[in-house]
T-cell receptor, first 115, second 114 residues
């Protein structure tokens, strides 16, 4: 069965510092991969997605993610964090070959930004 | 503007009452979904629908019901059988088969049952 693990429940970084949020997945083939962001009390907004091709994916708000098949990972990165990036981040995996199913979400990583 | 609307933003109900959460989309998407979000639990799928008049149970469907009479609308009813209904509920839609494309989310409805 597919699964998504976000090992870090809460991360705090200083404004201007770099950021990496970890995501590991379990799936038999190359899945569809997504990162979403959620501000408190709001819905989820898609940051970026990976379906195939170039393993380094650029997204909105200056975020990027790299798909590493050998590590079953899809980590999210940003070179310089802004205070407005404080939010909760969710990694998700889709099932490109399945007739059933949906996106499987990780439990999220909450990002706090220190001034 | 295209998007997904959920109403109301906040909903309060007494225990034992059924309540229906609204979800409407004007993105012309085929698939729609309902998720429940609790702190530290991530998103858990309640129901999803790939086409009109068809829907499937997700991981936590007990105590919930849905209908899909129109492509644009996918209302969720939280019944009195749901043991712990207080949560944040998110509706989403996607343009293609479930699992094959990104999902677009509404702003959510926070339901409080006392």
């Amino acid at each position: 069965a597919q699964s998504v693990t976000q090992p870090d429940i809460h991360i705090t970084v200083s404004e201007g510092a770099s950021l990496e949020l970890r995501c590991n997945y379990s799936y038999g083939a190359t899945p569809y991969l997504f990162w979403y962001v959620q501000s408190p009390g709001q819905g989820l907004q898609l940051l970026l997605k990976y379906f195939s091709g170039d393993t380094l994916v650029q997204g909105i708000k200056g975020f990027e993610a790299e798909f590493k098949r050998s590590q079953s990972s899809f980590n999210l990165r940003k070179p310089s964090v802004h205070w407005s990036d404080a939010a909760e981040y969710f990694c998700a995996v889709g099932n490109p070959g399945g007739s059933q199913g949906n996106l499987i979400f990780g439990k999220g990583t909450k990002l706090s930004v220190k001034p | 503007d295209g998007g997904i609307t959920q109403s109301p933003k906040y909903l309060f109900r007494k225990e034992g009452q059924n309540v229906t959460l609204s979800c409407e989309q004007n993105l012309n998407h085929d698939a729609m979904y309902w998720y429940r979000q609790d702190p530290g639990q991530g998103l858990r799928l309640i129901y999803y629908s790939q086409i009109v008049n068809d829907f499937q149970k997700g991981d936590i469907a007990e105590g919930y019901s849905v209908s899909r009479e129109k492509k644009e609308s996918f209302p969720l009813t939280v019944t009195s059988a749901q043991k712990n209904p207080t949560a944040f509920y998110l509706c989403a839609s996607s343009p293609r088969d479930v699992g094959r494309s990104e999902q677009y989310f509404g702003p959510g409805t926070r339901l409080t049952v006392t």
